[in-house]
């Protein structure tokens, strides 16, 4: 069990540029999820896969994001025409046990963007 | 729709006592679970203990316990015997029954000191 491995840890982008994140979750968990934490809040939700296929988005996750799994074993999440707002940590979290309220996620360490 | 709210920003402890981190949660679904998460300053979210809102008992694991009182939406958790490693951001979360995301508090900063 290695964990789950995000890349890169940190991120400075110029605003308008484009950025993506990779996620690779704990080799044999079919669900993976994308958060986003800004300084002083809790994860919000973003979105989740199950296994390749895209399940949930949230409404935060606007038409500059995208987040694809081709395989369902990595995923990337992109953000095009970054915004200063746009600036903040982006978790990454797989799980195994499906479908159940008693469902643990693991996190990996998160990349850290900051939009100049 | 599902909230949690921990109205502690920070906490400060001496070393070796106990400390109780408050979350309470609102939901009108009654079949949920509950979760309390780690996140020390190299940002991974750990996992600490699980409570079902149909557990009968109040969870503990190791040095972790979460106070369940089900009638007041609380779920506070209780860390005995503090250690400096216990430093870090505590995030509750919530689920409800159908639902595959987790819902997080603000979270509360804990310092141990020595």
């Known amino acids: 069990d290695t964990g789950v491995s995000q890349d890169p840890r940190h991120k400075i982008t110029k605003r308008g540029q484009n950025v993506t994140f990779r996620c690779d979750p704990i080799?044999?968990?079919?669900?993976l999820y994308w958060y986003r934490q800004t300084l002083g809040q809790g994860p919000e939700f973003l979105t989740y896969?199950?296994?390749?296929?895209?399940?949930?988005k949230s409404r935060l996750l606007s038409d500059r994001f995208s987040a694809e799994r081709p395989k369902g074993s990595f995923s990337t999440l992109e953000i095009q025409r970054t915004e200063q707002g746009d600036s903040a940590m982006y978790l990454c979290?797989?799980?195994?046990?499906?479908?159940?309220?008693?469902?643990?996620?693991?996190f990996g360490s998160g990349t850290q963007l900051s939009v100049l | 729709a599902q909230k949690i709210t921990q109205t502690q920003p920070g906490m400060f402890v001496q070393e070796k006592e106990a400390v109780t981190l408050d979350c309470t949660y609102d939901?009108?679904?009654?079949?949920?679970?509950l979760f309390w998460y780690k996140q020390p300053s190299s940002g991974e979210m750990i996992f600490l203990i699980y409570?079902?809102?149909?557990?009968?008992q109040n969870a503990t694991e190791g040095r972790y316990s979460l106070n369940f009182q089900k009638a007041r939406k609380s779920a506070n958790l209780v860390i005995s015997a503090s250690q400096l490693g216990d430093s870090a951001m505590y995030f509750c979360?919530?689920?409800?029954?159908?639902?595959?995301?987790?819902?997080f508090g603000q979270g509360t900063r804990l310092t141990i000191n020595p």
């Open positions: 979290a797989s799980s195994l046990i499906v479908g159940q309220i008693n469902e643990k996620l693991f």
């Open positions: 080799s044999e968990h079919n669900r």
């Open positions: 896969f199950q296994n390749e296929a895209q399940l949930e």
């Open positions: 939901t009108s679904d009654p079949s949920y679970g």
């Open positions: 409570q079902g809102s149909y557990d009968q």
């Open positions: 979360a919530m689920r409800e029954q159908g639902a595959q995301k987790l819902v």
